[in-house]
């Protein structure tokens, strides 16, 4: 017995993972932001400003695997 169709499902599984790493991305873009105007020389600065790096790499993954997902699935 199913509780939801399968398009509902698909439906709510890509608004949570696409919601989720783009809320994500656009943090990390905000904090990548802020470190503008900081000595690139701190360590800690270029840690930083490495994991913003990555965050936005991964949340841009996220949003676009779920688009690829939702386009395979017929719902774009």
Known sequence: M???SN???WILLS????GVAGVWAIHDVIFFARLRG????D?????K????AMGI???TIGVVGTLLF???????
């Open 70 to 76: 939702m386009h395979s699935k017929g719902m774009l």
């Open 7 to 9: 398009q509902t499902f």
């Open 38 to 41: 900081a000595n690139h020389r």
């Open 57 to 59: 790499v991964i949340g």
């Open 49 to 52: 400003r490495f994991g913003y």
């Open 15 to 18: 608004v949570t993972t696409g």
């Open 2 to 4: 199913n509780l939801v």
């Open 43 to 47: 360590p800690l600065v270029a840690d």
